[in-house]
Nanobody, 122 residues
Framework: QVQLVESGGGSVQAGGSLRLSCAAS????????LAWFRQAPGKEREFVSF????????YYAESVKDRFTISRGNAKNTVDLQMNSLKPEDTAVYYC???????????????WGQGTQVTVSA
């Protein structure tokens, strides 16, 4: 079982930056794919980015490419999401997820954090 805890959400003006962190408690951390999804009110949960811990492979949704960066955190068993040039449409609850393979679909991730709110004002 993998437990995930997100932190770092908050409110920021458009053009600002936030850094989210996901801490994972898992013996198998090195074999996981960690992903970020987000869900805005009234909308479906959408893929943001993933990173393969073993290979370092990353991938981004087109809507966040060149603005967001996913990486291993400095703390043990953490993954960060650096979000720059934030837009009001980035406002959502951001969730960390863990699974055994690359996927853009939330259905393929077995473990989820509780989510952290990101609000971007115009």
């Amino acid at each position: 079982q993998v437990q995930l805890v997100e932190s770092g959400g908050g409110s920021v003006q458009a053009g600002g930056s936030l850094r989210l962190s996901c801490a994972a408690s898992a013996r198998s951390f090195g074999s996981l794919v960690l992903a970020w999804f987000r869900q805005a009110p009234g909308k479906e949960r959408e893929f943001v980015s993933f990173i393969s811990i073993s290979s370092g492979t990353t991938y981004y949704a087109e809507s966040v490419k060149d603005r967001f960066t996913i990486s291993r955190g400095n703390a043990k068993n953490t993954v960060d999401l650096q979000m720059n040039s934030l837009k009001p449409e980035d406002t959502a609850v951001y969730y960390c997820a863990a699974g055994p393979m690359y996927s853009y679909s939330p259905e393929h991730y077995r473990n989820w954090g509780q989510g952290t709110q990101v609000t971007v004002s115009a």
